[in-house]
């Protein structure tokens, strides 16, 4: 059986119970984490172990990306000037409708090697555009092809209707699709890509689409999660209708939720709803301020997400970081409101926001006893921190040093079930530059693609 050892690591373990090591050693034996204390010892086994010199590195649990859509990744910063409401226009009902199966494979597999590269190590792949079997298969198979761990939530499309054709919320979930995903590629539930759905909601379909698409979630035991935010609501009352009807609760997951009235907000923080925040293109693209405050007042934890690739960078700390310093700011300003003066300390310390992108991330998906943590037992999953560079030396708060000053050029290496996946500070992926070349090709297609049919229209 393969074993690691990384010796003499400060190590940040997001578990209570194991605490933060200021030196520690980290044991991973085949695809788990089975000890991790201030020093382990081999004895017999020594020689049949790889040693990892941790000294002058911080060690963390893999990072979570709670929310994005990878399939956008051929269009880097192609929708950086857009609103909401033009992204909904031109990317929805414009650029979408012209990916071909090939256009998917290679953004998803592109886009999860860059989260690797950025220390993710479970991605949630948000798949709206869909519009045939293919299309999702090519997906799932970048996803398989790059190794990350991934939930992948398959959703649909949102084209402009054809004449005669129903628009998108009116048209429930295929089932059929569903139980195909099921019985092939996504079969196994504790396996490296899991299925999820990623569906409409009321505030984006009919209530009988909604309520049709919360049951399927609930029958086949699968988080449905959905966008909640962006203009007024297609359901009135959506939500209210579907508590009343018992399917609102855990294994809910809800993404922005920028414009939830706080009664409402209530209900489903006691139902167990789960809240994915996608704080910097939230405020990028008009959606609202994020809703991290509302729910720590609540005593829940946000989970984060990147987003869109078509608008920002794909750097999952970038979006801790931006969650937390405009909670701060919120807070400061009400606190100036209400005395004249900044609160006497921090509102929110930074580990707050490591649990936000770690064990929170797996609390969400529902996999905390496997995933989110450096817990003997757990999946190995982690990431090393390079601490002497010099961005990142010295450090006081090995927690802070990672929350507020670290970046994808301090990822050295990324372990997921224990395989390494980047060594070094590079990531160990075949045949890169060709991928970039395919991704750039794909992208400029798809952009030439959609002006020759404005330009025809």
């Known amino acids: 059986m393969r074993r690691t050892l990384i010796k003499s690591a400060t190590v940040i373990s997001m578990d209570d119970a194991v605490g933060d090591l200021s030196s520690g050693d980290v044991l991973v034996e085949g695809s788990r984490i089975v000890d991790v204390r201030p020093s382990i010892e081999l004895g017999s086994g020594a020689a049949e172990t790889e040693i990892v010199d941790g000294a002058g590195r911080i060690v963390i649990p893999g990072l979570i990306n709670a929310h994005m859509h990878t399939w956008q990744t ?18 929805h009902a414009g650029l979408a409708t012209v990916f071909r199966p090939e256009d998917i494979h290679i953004a998803t597999l592109v886009g999860a090697l860059n989260q690797i590269n950025h220390g993710v190590t479970t991605l949630v792949d948000w798949c709206h555009n869909n519009p045939t079997p293919d ?11 790059s190794g990350i761990r991934a939930a992948f939530f398959h959703g649909s499309p949102k084209p402009e209707p054809k004449p005669g054709e129903p628009h998108f919320s009116e048209i429930p979930h295929p089932r059929r699709e569903v139980e195909r995903l099921l019985a092939g590629p996504l079969a196994d539930r504790d396996g490296l890509v899991t299925l999820g759905l990623a569906i409409l909601g ?22 449905a999660s959905m966008h909640q935010g962006g203009g007024p609501a297609k359901t009135p009352g959506g939500w209210e209708k579907l508590i009343e009807a018992g399917l609102v609760g855990a294994g809910v997951n809800v993404v922005h939720g920028n414009d939830l009235p706080d009664d409402l907000l ?6 167990g709803v789960s809240f994915s925040v996608t704080p910097e293109n939230e405020m990028i693209q008009g959606h609202g301020f994020p809703i991290t405050g509302r729910l720590l007042k609540r005593g829940v934890r946000p989970t984060i997400g990147v987003d869109l690739e078509s608008v920002l960078a794909g750097d999952l700390l970038s979006a801790a970081r931006v969650a937390l310093s405009m909670q701060r700011a919120l807070d400061n300003a009400e606190s100036r409101k209400a005395s004249g003066t900044i609160p006497p300390t921090t509102t929110i310390p930074v580990r707050e926001a490591l649990r936000w992108i770690t064990t929170e991330g797996a609390r969400m998906l529902g996999r905390e006893r ?16 390079n601490a002497t560079d010099l961005n990142l030396v010295p450090v006081h708060d090995p927690v802070a040093t990672v929350v507020m000053q670290a970046s994808l050029a301090n990822i050295e290496a990324v372990m997921i079930g224990g395989a390494w996946k980047k060594r070094n500070g590079r990531l160990l992926a075949e045949g890169l530059e060709t991928k970039k ?18 330009r025809a229209a």
Do not use: C
Request: without cysteine; aromatic residues 8%; hydrophobic residues 45%.
């Open 74 to 91: 051929g269009l880097r910063g192609y929708a950086a000037n857009w609103t909401l409401l033009e992204y909904f226009r031109r990317m």
């Open 135 to 145: 299309h999702t298969d090519a997906a799932v198979r970048g996803l398989i092809e």
């Open 202 to 223: 009321p505030h984006y379909s009919t209530l009988d689409v909604a309520m049709h698409d919360f049951r399927l979630a609930r029958e086949f035991n699968l988080i």
């Open 266 to 271: 209530d209900r489903m923080v006691d139902l």
């Open 370 to 385: 496997q995933i989110g943590s450096l817990t003997p037992g757990k999946l190995a999953d982690l990431v090393i921190i």
């Open 437 to 454: 070349e395919l991704l750039a090709q794909s992208g400029r297609r798809l952009v030439q693609d959609i002006e020759r049919q404005r």
